[in-house]
């Protein structure tokens, strides 16, 4: 069976020994729209880095059918789209075109190409008027939107998104939400936002402890009170 | 508001006050040593290279708009040669200096764009040496004991400064645009202050990394020096010691030294090296040449603001 | 908060403002050389570079106003000419004495001080157009332009787009600094703390900025391999610059050396 995403008895040690992964493995099919819940030091961001290979840990991960080593990062990483929770660490060009056409020119298309994409991907965070734009210049929830700008120019066929509510206003919450919801590509939000959870995602995994030890139905897994209280989670 | 009190404002170069000989063999000094520098850290830091360098040239910047009242409205500063170059190593720290004052003085004026690889060479590559000497050496005294930190980053920070500062004054007094044993002692005795401001500025930021990630005061030390930094010392060192007290001695200092060897060449010297009463035609000329300049000057400012105004009219009665 | 007034590009549509930025940043530095090469006392020459930076703020606008007000900045710089006055040979103007020293000034010292304020003074005003009427990224092509490694303009550029958000890091702390440092209403204690003390805390701060810049720096580092950095700086090739434009920076340079053989010929 075709998987997206498929991680297999994953162990990530810091160098001092800690084990921030411990043994995670899960699938995620084409098209599935996942949340990663779970307290701070559960190992999400941690997890999150081994989808496209910045952190590299022991066991197997695979996107898109394309094992996640060495030889194949330049694959993966168009594949998996990682928009990174800091706004401010996603943006890093002097203006919005060039951080959007960031990707595209690493993915080695002509110039032609690249602005085609950057349009399409700016129109589609309903950002199409900002690219001569200087980031700093701009709000968080526009900045989130770029940031998610800057992984759909490369087209990729999964999005992984680190904490992509936090530090919003209730009205660039929903305005994200909303994009989000219009975003055809399989996806996979860390989060501890869970009233967004109950909204957007059908799939819920819980993780804590740098394991996985719930992963179900959104709507039975934000009803199991013993669950939520056990990994210092809390109902919406 | 911002731009006046980022460093000591007596660093800084602005145009116009060096020797175009002076600031073209600084310039190809400076491309040099950040040339090599892009080099050897490009190899140490490989793809990392680009955010860190670019992440810490801006903190260093930010940085040096961190101020402490002293006394009477004045203030200390950072500087940060030698805080970058105990945490980076020299290559880093070149390169992070170098990019601090390139974009003071690109965007903010904050010293000329001529004067630039001066600049550069002053108040980044001469401090880098500097620490770089001096901090490995103490730290290598006290066999890398806790205190050779505190007392390395000190002294080195105090130094850098002074050291900087004699080699700006020198460079002015070369440059015949002041007197060498004036300045001299007036920009090493200022400095002498301010270099303290530095030193503690330098130990507090020590103390908090020491505290709280120890592992960073590492990354410098894994670097052993190159035959391209101690070049550069002795080059500096001996500079400071041949040209120091040989201007400060003479009555007026490197130029009478530059007189006697045809250093500066005639248009330089023109005006005080013709006696005073050959001097009246030439001064008639001139203020004719003046005259007629200065009317030129008015009729050309004068038909770009009529142009402009004209063109502007224009625009106005096209969208109207 | 957002730290805006930190960036001194002004937009405009004006003559200067669409100038390429490659002929921008070759013009101002000519015009720097030539203002460096003048000899001392060259009064009409220096007449003709005012006339030619007050002719390029206007078509700028940006007001000469504010551009002579950032000029101002450069000027206690001048303090390191005035020993000239006394240590130049030539004319005597006035002697004065000060205690055991009798200071001469002398015409010629005078003269050169007011050539090296005057220079340093159109340079300035020259620079300042510049960097307000160009946008950065627009100056980081300039820069790529006049063939500035690709690697450092990369560094700049990441640079200046930080300087804003750390600059916004070390504002805080100067406020939080600011908010904790309360007097006792007891009359006549010292407050503040020793110079050390406060010199200290000031270094905690900059160890505090300089630790969250490596922090940063590592996480700027994972964004930018997972849209697929390897290290090389890759970006689109330069456009061309007008033929117009380069005709006008060719007549430019030219007037410059006009100006600097005139000169030469008449001071000289």
Redesign the interface.
């Known amino acids: 069976m075709h998987h997206t995403i498929q991680v297999q008895e994953l162990v990530f040690k810091y160098p001092d020994g800690t084990r921030a992964l411990d043994g995670v493995s899960f699938h995620i099919a084409p098209g599935e729209k996942v949340a990663l819940v779970g307290p701070n030091g559960a190992g999400k961001s941690t997890l999150i880095l081994h989808l496209n290979g910045i952190l590299q840990g022991e066991g197997t991960v695979c996107v898109a059918d394309i094992p996640v080593v060495e030889k194949n990062f330049a694959r993966v990483r168009a594949a998996v789209g990682l928009v990174f929770q800091d706004p401010d660490d996603q943006l890093?060009s002097p203006t919005v075109f060039d951080d959007v056409a960031f990707g595209p020119i690493y993915q080695g298309l002509d110039e032609q190409q690249v602005r085609a994409r950057v349009e399409h991907a700016l129109h589609a965070v309903h950002m199409q008027d900002y690219a001569r734009r200087v980031s700093h210049h701009l709000s968080v929830g526009q900045k989130k939107r770029i940031s998610i700008a800057t992984v759909l120019s490369m087209q990729p066929e999964i999005l992984v998104l680190d904490e992509p509510t936090a530090g919003l206003d209730p009205r660039g919450r929903r305005d994200l939400i909303r994009l989000l919801r219009e975003l055809p590509q399989t996806m996979l939000i860390a989060t501890h936002d869970l009233h967004m959870v109950q909204e957007l995602l059908p799939r819920t995994i819980v993780m804590d402890g740098g394991r996985v030890v719930a992963d179900g139905r959104t709507s039975e897994i934000l009803n199991d009170d013993a669950l939520l209280n056990a990994h210092g989670l809390e109902k919406p | 508001?911002?731009?006046?009190p980022l460093s000591p404002?007596?660093m800084?170069?602005?145009?116009?006050?060096?020797?175009?000989l002076v600031?073209v063999v600084l310039w190809i000094a400076t491309i040099g040593i950040?040339?090599v520098s892009?080099q050897r850290v490009?190899r140490d830091l490989?793809?990392?290279?680009?955010?860190?360098?670019?992440?810490?040239?801006?903190?260093?910047?930010?940085?040096q708009?961190?101020?402490?009242?002293?006394?009477g409205g004045t203030s200390?500063h950072?500087l940060?040669a030698a805080?970058a170059t105990i945490?980076l190593g020299p290559y880093a720290a070149v390169?992070v200096m170098a990019?601090?004052i390139?974009?003071q003085?690109?965007?903010?004026?904050?010293g000329?764009?001529?004067a630039m690889g001066a600049n550069i060479f002053n108040m980044g590559i001469v401090g880098v040496v500097v620490t770089h000497f001096l901090y490995r050496t103490l730290r290598n005294l006290g066999s890398g004991k806790r205190w050779t930190i505190f007392v390395g980053g000190f002294a080195s920070a105090w130094l850098g400064v002074v050291t900087a500062s004699l080699i700006t004054?020198l460079e002015?007094a070369i440059s015949?645009?002041?007197?060498a044993?004036?300045?001299i002692p007036a920009?090493g005795g200022v400095h002498v202050l301010i270099g303290f401001?530095e030193a503690?500025?330098?130990?507090?930021?020590?103390?908090?990394?020491y505290f709280?990630?120890p592992d960073?005061l590492k990354i410098g030390e894994a670097k052993p020096a190159g035959r391209a930094v101690w070049l550069a010392g002795l080059v500096i060192a001996l500079a400071i010691a041949v040209a120091s007290p040989l201007a400060s001695s003479f009555p007026?200092?490197l130029e009478w030294v530059a007189e006697q060897q045809g250093f500066l060449n005639?248009?330089?010297n023109?005006?005080?090296q013709i006696i005073?009463d050959y001097v009246f035609p030439?001064i008639g000329?001139?203020?004719l040449?003046?005259i007629?300049?200065?009317v030129?000057?008015?009729l050309?400012?004068g038909g770009?603001?009529f142009a402009?105004a004209y063109a502007r009219r224009n625009r106005s009665v096209v969208s109207n | 908060m957002h730290v805006h007034?930190?960036d001194?590009f002004h937009n405009g549509t004006s003559l200067i403002h669409r100038l390429d930025p490659r002929v921008k940043l070759v013009f101002?530095?000519a015009y720097?050389?030539t203002?460096?090469?003048l000899?001392?006392?060259?009064?009409?020459?220096y007449?003709?570079l005012?006339?030619?930076v007050?002719?390029v703020e206007?078509?700028s606008?940006l007001g000469i106003g504010y551009v002579l007000r950032?000029?101002l900045?450069?000027t206690?710089?001048v303090l390191?000419?005035v020993?000239?006055i006394?240590?130049?040979?030539?004319?005597l103007l006035f002697t004065f004495s000060l205690g055991a020293w009798t200071f001469t000034a002398?015409l010629?010292g005078v003269?050169?001080l007011l050539s090296?304020?005057?220079?340093?003074?159109?340079?300035?005003q020259m620079?300042?157009v510049l960097?307000a009427t160009t946008s950065?990224p627009n100056?980081l092509m300039a820069m790529r332009g006049i063939g500035i490694?690709r690697?450092?303009v990369?560094?700049?550029?990441?640079?200046?787009?930080?300087?804003f958000?750390?600059?916004d890091?070390?504002?805080r702390?100067?406020r939080a600094r600011a908010a904790r440092s309360g007097a006792t209403p007891e009359m006549g204690r010292r407050v503040?703390g020793s110079?050390?003390w406060?010199?200290?805390?000031?270094?905690?701060?900059?160890?505090?900025?300089?630790?969250?810049?490596?922090e940063?720096?590592?996480r700027?580092?994972a964004a930018?391999?997972a849209r697929g950095?390897?290290?090389e700086?890759r970006a689109f090739p330069l456009p061309q610059v007008p033929l117009t434009q380069w005709f006008g920076l060719g007549a430019a340079i030219f007037l410059f050396a006009l100006i600097l053989l005139?000169s030469?010929l008449?001071?000289?």
């Not at chain 3, 990369?154 to 300087?163: P, Q």
């Open positions: 890093f | 508001m911002l731009s006046a404002p007596l800084h170069i602005p145009d116009g006050f060096l020797s175009i600031s950040v040339a892009l490009n490989g793809e990392r290279q680009v955010p860190l360098m670019g992440v810490l040239a801006a903190a260093i910047f930010a940085g708009m961190l101020n402490f009242p002293v006394a200390g950072l940060g805080l945490l390169l990019c601090v390139g974009v003085g690109l965007l903010f004026q904050d000329g764009l001529l004054a002015l015949g645009t002041t007197a044993n004036i300045a920009m401001g503690l500025i330098t130990v507090g930021a020590l103390a908090f990394l709280t990630r960073l007026d200092g005639n248009a330089h023109a005006p005080y005073p030439g000329n001139a203020a040449a003046t007629v300049a200065g030129i000057g008015t050309v400012v770009v603001a402009l | 007034f930190l001194p101002t530095l720097i050389v203002a460096s090469l000899p001392f006392g060259a009064w009409a020459a007449v003709l005012l006339a030619i007050l002719s206007l078509a606008e950032r000029a900045l450069a206690p710089f390191a000419a020993p000239l006394f240590t130049v040979p030539g004319t002398s010629e003269e050169r090296i304020a005057f220079k340093s003074w159109v340079s300035v620079a300042i960097a950065f100056l490694p690697l450092l990369a560094i700049v550029g990441l640079m200046w787009r930080y300087i958000v750390l600059v890091q070390a504002l702390l100067l503040g110079i050390v406060r010199a200290q805390t000031t270094g905690g701060m900059a160890g505090n900025l300089l630790m969250r810049g490596f940063r720096g590592d700027i580092y930018m391999a950095y390897d290290g700086v005139f030469i008449i001071v000289g």
